[in-house]
């Protein structure tokens, strides 16, 4: 027990969670590869999708992309146009400088998700554990990580990523008094997800809570960035939220976005029947929302933030990607305690098949979030 103790009280804690994240990882990747290549060779639903656009036949870069990955990678080469201004340029425009540097844009864009996603960790369980103690915060960052849409959408070269990590550096520099870092960071996030911008919620609520007037004005700094997109977005698409109006492009081919819009009120109000719903994702956004306002018991201002997100992705996102959308709202996380390390280890054991599933399911070309 003294041993615990002193293990918890050093700066080593931090390296659990990335340790059996990593090794998580490592794990399911060599065991998807091998069952995608029990042909022979390895293979993946997006070699024919890309074609001669995507990496190198056989590539072990195919094992972390998909779907969006590819659309990011080609804003990195060859910039916007439509409908490609329905991504938000954070992601793209770093791809785009690590790219240049490596020399591969598919390999840059997956060191800057995995980087990011292990950098996310130890910064959320120093968030957690002012909150709850230490062993707590360390198993909360754990379910976090193996929670099955974090752990497969981190592996994978997508954005989520880089918004949890900017998100998590926005929140943590502001409680330390680090405003400029704060806001590059609030800026950033603005500039990775459409709904980024809400990072700057709990910031403004905690500042005005304390009357601290003066440190304000670094609030301008995400409404700047994202003021600037705006106008990049009218010179170059003719249209001021043109993020906004291109997703129509994916609600021609089946995914219309605007959850409470496209399904609760056509069914509430205007009295439409699906032909087809699936009631566990149903089941799973009500668990999600339970959440994300029950996260205001640990921090009001972080509640804010994750009640402000369910509510716009509702309102924004579509009914196969809200599952992913809502598991990056990191204030969720806090809602969790754990005290029993076997409650712990069994709900890691139980978490992990479900990822390693997803991210095999999405290389096969399924929707899986």
């Keep these: 027990m003294e041993a615990a103790r002193c293990f918890l009280a050093g700066k080593r804690r931090f390296l659990v969670p990335l340790a059996i994240s990593a090794s998580a990882k490592a794990l399911a990747a060599f065991w998807i590869h091998s069952l995608l290549s029990r042909g022979g060779s390895f293979w993946t639903h997006f070699m024919r999708h890309w074609g001669k656009a995507g990496p190198p036949e056989g590539s072990p870069a195919y094992l972390f992309c998909g ?28 791809i785009r ?12 864009a997956i060191a800057i998700a995995w980087m990011a996603s292990f950098a996310s960790l130890p910064l959320f369980q120093a968030i957690a554990e002012r909150y709850m103690e230490r062993a707590e915060a360390m198993w909360a960052t754990l379910l976090m990580a193996f929670f099955p849409h974090i752990f497969a959408f981190t592996s994978i070269a997508y954005s989520e990523s880089l918004f949890l990590f900017l998100c998590l ?55 700047s960035s994202l003021a600037l997109w705006g106008i990049f ?17 994916w609600a021609r081919l089946g995914m219309p976005y605007g959850v409470l819009r496209a399904y609760i009120w056509s069914a509430i109000v ?59 709202l990191f204030p969720i996380w806090l809602s969790i305690r754990l005290r029993s390390h076997i409650a712990g280890a069994a709900a890691l054991a139980a978490s992990f098949p479900f990822g390693l599933a997803l991210w095999l399911w999405f290389l096969q070309g399924s929707l899986v979030g």
């Design 169 to 223: 550096v926005a929140w943590l520099s502001h409680i330390r008094g680090k405003e400029p870092i704060s806001a590059a960071a609030m800026a950033m996030a603005a500039l990775s997800r459409p709904y980024g911008i809400i990072m700057a919620i709990p910031v403004a609520l905690d500042l005005l809570a304390r009357r601290d007037f003066r440190r304000m004005a670094w609030l301008i700094s995400p409404l």
């Design 67 to 94: 779907f969006d990955s590819g659309w990011y990678v080609d804003i990195a080469k060859g910039g916007y146009a439509y409908p490609k201004f329905a991504f938000m340029p954070a992601y793209p425009a770093l």
């Design 233 to 249: 977005c009218h010179l170059y698409a003719g249209d001021w939220m043109a993020t906004l109006t291109q997703q129509e492009y």
């Design 270 to 328: 205007e009295g439409e029947r699906l032909p087809l719903l699936n009631y566990y994702l149903v089941a799973f956004i009500a668990l999600m929302g339970y959440l994300a306002f029950s996260s205001t018991r640990a921090d009001w201002r972080l509640g804010a933030f994750s009640s402000v997100g369910y509510v716009a992705l509702l309102a924004m996102g579509t009914l196969p990607s809200l599952s992913r959308f809502l598991s990056f």
């Design 97 to 108: 400088a690590l790219g240049s540097a490596i020399g591969d844009y598919w390999w840059a």
